[in-house]
């Protein structure tokens, strides 16, 4: 089975208002971790990733936290945008850069 | 664009027919992937190749499936005697070899409706 999931299927959110996305895995040696963000008709698009000795990683309007503790991993979007609606990804790295995805959260931008 | 090109990128045919799509990886990428992706469902693995060689196959990846990288560029992967079920859209994805944790980088996948 899936070893990496996420907690809701859906996430709606004001235009300039922050998301947040959140992410279970379950493989506690998992040592690498990837957000991706799919566009209706287009593949996954890599947005941020994370290891495992990290607890956070910050890009452009993008942070990732991991919580090893709780192997819980989360994706921050700051004052978000129309063009941050799709579906996100996060997915687990499992060795010879192989990528097992959960089943996405599609975040819808209301005006 | 020097992203990950997949050819065709639709494919209509009817069951039973043959069909093969064709992945063009960025040039200085030696591991090549396939992934399959079904509506409301994330990316699932089929296989991947470091160079010509085919290291991993799923077991989604039935005998009806075979994927090859000849000469470790480009790739194809042929579904034989296609059945409704395999109608998805097939993503292929790049790499470079390195440590663990290399980006990987997909294409804009090839839709397959089966008919």
């Known amino acids: 089975g899936e070893s990496v999931g996420l907690h809701l299927p859906t996430l709606s959110v004001q235009e300039g208002d922050n998301s947040i996305i959140n992410c279970a895995y379950s493989?506690?040696?998992?040592?690498?971790f990837i957000w991706y963000k799919q566009e209706s008709g287009k593949g996954p698009q890599f947005i941020i990733d994370?290891?495992?000795?990290?607890d956070k990683r910050q890009g452009q309007r993008v942070t990732v936290l991991l919580n090893k503790t709780v192997k819980h991993l989360s994706l921050q979007i700051a004052a978000t945008q129309p063009g941050d609606s799709a579906v996100y990804f996060c997915?687990?790295?499992?060795?010879?850069?192989?990528?097992?995805f959960g089943k996405g959260t599609r975040l819808h931008i209301l005006p | 664009d020097t992203g990950v090109s997949q050819d065709p990128r639709h494919k209509i045919t009817k069951r039973g027919q043959n069909v093969t799509f064709r992945c063009d990886p960025i040039s200085e990428h030696n591991r090549l992937y396939w992934y399959r992706q079904t509506l409301g469902q994330g990316p699932e693995f089929l296989t991947y190749f470091q160079n010509e060689a085919q290291l991993e196959k799923s077991r989604l990846l039935s005998d009806r499936f075979s994927a090859e990288r000849p000469k470790g560029s480009f790739s194809t992967l042929e579904i034989q005697r296609t059945e409704q079920g395999d109608s998805a859209m097939y993503l292929c994805a790049s790499s470079f070899e390195g440590a663990s944790g290399n980006t990987i980088y997909f294409g804009e996948g090839s839709w397959l409706t089966v008919v």
């Open positions: 994370i290891r495992s000795n990290m």
């Open positions: 493989n506690s040696a998992s040592d690498y």
């Open positions: 997915a687990e790295n499992m060795g010879d850069d192989k990528i097992i």
